[in-house]
């Protein structure tokens, strides 16, 4: 059974960092492409960062830029965002996908998700 399962997520203060991890079981994520989205309350899932798997580039989102780093784990079949100087905007579910697709904005396989909530 292919799954994704993220964790890492929680409260965290304005201005803080987190780091928020995805395994993968029932597939190896090493040759595919993989990233991280994210849906806050009432508004549409945007990708926020992916990394690709034929040359490990990488696309982030505008607003992460400089702030938030993807990176992978071939050895532990895992993928990683740290997300540092973290604003109340960043409040949303975070989602793990593999297969990404148009662009960073669609993916086949999904994890359920972590929720991150930056908040004073």
């Known amino acids: 059974q292919l799954q994704l399962v993220e964790s890492g997520g929680g409260l965290v203060q304005p201005g803080g960092s987190l780091r928020l991890s995805c395994a993968a079981s029932?597939?190896?994520?090493?040759?595919?492409?993989i990233g991280w989205f994210r849906q806050a309350p009432g508004k549409e899932r945007e990708g926020v960062a992916c990394?690709?798997?034929?040359?490990?580039?990488?696309y982030y989102k505008d607003s992460v830029k400089g702030r938030f780093t993807v990176s992978r784990d071939n050895d532990k079949n895992a993928v990683y965002l740290q997300m540092n100087t973290l604003t109340p905007e960043d409040t949303a579910d975070y989602y793990c996908?593999?297969?990404?697709?148009?662009?960073?904005?669609?993916?086949?396989?999904w994890g359920k998700g972590t929720r991150v909530t930056v908040s004073s």
């Open positions: 996908a593999a297969d990404v697709r148009t662009g960073c904005a669609e993916a086949d396989y």
């Open positions: 029932g597939f190896n994520l090493n040759y595919r492409t």
């Open positions: 990394i690709w798997s034929l040359d490990g580039s990488t």
